[in-house]
């Protein structure tokens, strides 16, 4: 298994303090989950109705009824790779690490670029995938941006859009372009895992192309059956796909919290390097002695390696917020001090 956010019982072994005193900020969950109400009896004895109002919910939510309900996004990444030939895949990076394990896996050839593709590049793509807004950077790339590169791609090239954390701020969604776009090769995948805070539900969508849906939804009847997403989790989604009123909520609550983070960073001297609603990613060379000192005090962060940086997600509530301060402020003083005796001997 690929290095993840989460795996919090691994932390907590290695470091000897107990799950419940942890404060995980490793994922990029909302750190607040959609209230839903507990599906009955009936939604866990029978067989998933799928039949039932979830694609017309989803539909409404998304704008579009060309669409396909997944057991959560991670679904259509592993399987869309066995949907073609070994072909020649290009990822704008650093990015979510299972869209190249996945290609890479299926035989195909997979190049990723930290720059912003040139017109040669794409064309000579057959697969282009682009996590919008990154993970873990918090790039985004506008949609007219991405339309002009579809254009620029091969006439049978694909585009895969990840908007994983796209829910805080829909306006920067591609849907809307697509839904412009006849016979579009374009697919977008999305997931009730982070804004919703739902990641245990297994619930996400893949949406656009008809074709690359018709094939994917082939794929997953073949590989995982006729019901891969529970009865009980279709009725949490069609509840929080519904609720609204909640959503706004959600979106300020993000919006502020995520500008807290930013500014307690660059208080402490240490400006973020890249963030979205759900996180702030800081780059350093002593990332990895950056997670130790944290996890040593019980709070888990992501650490990456190319480059060298660590992901922060947000605190729930004031308890947490200022345990967090008191451990950056820590962290932060001694690696300062002892980059500073590095650099005076």
């Not at 795996?7 to 107990?18: C, F, M, S, V």
């Not at 807004?133 to 585009?159: C, F």
């Amino acid at each position: 298994m690929l290095e993840h956010g989460g795996r919090l019982r691994d932390a907590a072994q290695q470091y000897d303090i107990p799950l419940n005193e942890w404060l995980d900020l490793s994922t990029g969950i909302s750190p607040w989950c959609y209230p839903f109400t507990l599906p009955g009896v009936a939604s866990w004895q029978r067989l998933p109705e799928v039949n039932d109002d979830l694609n017309q919910t989803a539909s409404r939510y998304y704008g579009t009824n060309s669409l396909l309900a997944l057991p959560g996004s991670q679904a259509a990444i592993s399987m869309l790779p066995l949907l073609r030939t070994p072909a020649r895949v290009l990822l704008l990076g650093p990015t979510y690490n299972e869209h190249g394990h996945a290609w890479r896996q299926a035989g195909h050839r997979v190049e990723e670029t930290y720059q912003l593709p040139t017109p040669d590049q794409l064309a000579r793509v057959d697969v282009l995938v682009i996590v919008n807004p990154n993970n873990p950077t918090g790039r985004v790339i506008a949609r007219e941006q991405l339309m002009q590169w579809y254009e620029q791609l091969p006439k049978r090239s694909w585009m895969i859009i990840d908007e994983a954390f796209v829910d805080s701020r829909p306006n920067l969604s591609l849907l809307p372009a697509i839904n412009q776009v006849e016979n579009s090769r374009i697919l977008v995948l999305r997931s009730l895992g982070k804004f919703f805070g739902l990641a245990g539900a297994r619930v996400g969508f893949a949406l656009g192309s008809r074709q690359l849906i018709q094939l994917l939804e082939q794929k997953m009847t073949s590989l995982l059956g006729a019901w891969p997403v529970s009865g009980p989790a279709r009725n949490v989604a069609m509840q929080a796909l519904a609720d609204l009123p909640w959503q706004q909520q959600q979106r300020r609550r993000l919006s502020n919290s995520n500008q807290r983070l930013v500014n307690l960073l660059a208080e402490l001297a240490h400006p973020a390097d890249g963030q979205s609603d759900f996180f702030c990613w800081i780059k350093s060379l002593q990332a990895r002695q950056w997670q130790q000192t944290l996890a040593e005090q019980g709070i888990w962060c992501r650490c990456f390696t190319t480059p060298d940086a660590i992901r922060l997600g947000l605190p729930a509530n004031e308890s947490e917020w200022r345990r967090l301060k008191q451990a950056l402020i820590k962290l932060f003083l001694a690696t300062d001090q002892f980059a500073g005796l590095r650099s005076s001997g």
